[in-house]
């Protein structure tokens, strides 16, 4: 049997850092945390990873730090779990799901600003899905 190890994806994408694997606990890993925003490596590694199912698709969040005490200035980050990328439109769909949550947060979550919220997640995951599709 061939196992083929793979490494963590991370590219910094000026507002956030896009991280990309097929192991959702990689997040755990990268940080250095056993758990972080209501999440946890233990429940991670015991929920099967599969094409349809995974501990986490995507995430979109502050980087953990030991505190645990954010503002609004701190810094983010974007995962998306590879394994859950099984065709264009499911692919494009979670890149997009989660840079809305980071389009928010990058627009101070004012409502008022919609179309620029939408746009600029929009054009994001155009950048993203075409760094994905490199990597599949």
Known sequence: MIIKIQ??????????LLMLSY???DVFTYFN?????????????????????AYIAGWSNFIPK????????D???????????TDSVSTFGLI??????????????DVDKEEEIITWAEEEAYEV??????EK
């Open 7 to 16: 490494k963590m994806i991370t590219i910094f994408r000026g507002a956030y």
């Open 23 to 25: 192991n959702p606990c």
């Open 33 to 53: 945390v056993e758990g972080t925003h209501g999440l946890n490596i233990i429940d991670c590694e015991a929920h099967p990873n599969t094409t349809d199912s």
């Open 66 to 73: 030991e505190s645990g005490e954010y503002t609004d200035d």
């Open 75 to 85: 810094p983010r980050f974007v995962f998306i779990n590879l394994s859950r990328c």
């Open 96 to 109: 997009m799901h989660e840079l809305m949550h980071q389009s928010f947060a990058l627009h101070n979550f």
């Open 129 to 134: 899905f075409k760094i994905v599709q490199n």
